[in-house]
């Protein structure tokens, strides 16, 4: 899955006095804070945290309560989706106008109806709603299934993404993994619909024109020769 990102960071915790004796704990209980957040340093919702190092020499600042600051190298796990991304997530409800999903166990999804190809129908089994492809009965889309979106925006403040089914390679995971002949094929059929014009009648006149051209070569060739036997 796309959208997950490894960076690396040199950052400064400020500590309260009170905590000048567990400065390791301190520091910890800080980078803590920052989980499941969206950084605007980092671009990205801090997922998990390691730091590598640990500053011997803390900074003082001046005030009433004299925090202290001490600097760290850390390794920070970020969520970071961004649009045209591949995403994963769990649907959770279904209805005829959108698809809900849960990403990574925390980040809301949507898929609302405008985003789903047309090639998915929505139909009612046993009281539940179920998507189902028109040209792949198999291809089923339920509540518990896991699917692949592409991303469409993500709201920073809610960590609330939108998603797009409107590409071939998107949908249910699993028959995706045991179909993949299929879908890249659809998603190259469709590919070269966009790119080769339609009719394609001006290939054909230049294949018939050719065509005649050698003909007349031809004719020529066999004009002369006649001509050359009947001389004397």
């Known amino acids: 899955m796309e959208g997950l990102k490894v960076s690396k960071g040199n950052i400064t915790v400020y500590i309260h006095p009170s905590k000048s004796k567990q400065v390791s704990h301190a520091v910890l209980r800080e980078l803590s804070s920052l989980l499941f957040t969206f950084s605007q340093v980092f671009d990205g919702v801090v997922l998990a945290y390691d730091p590598n190092s640990l500053d011997i020499c803390a900074k003082i600042l001046p005030g009433v309560y004299p925090y202290f ?127 080769v014009p339609e009719p394609i009648m001006p290939e054909q006149d230049v294949v018939v024109g050719e065509l005649s051209a050698l003909d007349i070569v031809q004719k020529g060739k066999n004009s002369k020769k006649q001509k050359h036997q009947e001389e004397p």
């Open 69 to 195: 600051g001490v600097k760290l190298n850390v390794n920070l796990l970020l969520f970071s989706p961004k649009p045209n991304m591949l995403l994963e997530g769990k649907v959770v409800k279904l209805t005829h106008d959108s698809i809900h999903l849960v990403v990574l166990g925390f980040s809301s999804a949507i898929i609302t109806e405008k985003d789903i190809r047309e090639d998915f129908l929505c139909k009612t089994k046993r009281g539940q709603e179920v998507y189902v492809s028109r040209s792949n009965k198999q291809h089923v889309i339920k509540v518990g299934t896991m699917i692949r979106f592409l991303v469409k925006s993500f709201d920073e403040e809610i960590l609330h993404v939108y998603g797009s089914l409107i590409p071939d390679h998107t949908g249910s995971i699993y028959w995706l993994e045991n179909n993949l002949e299929v879908a890249t094929h659809n998603d190259r059929s469709e590919k070269k619909r966009r790119i």
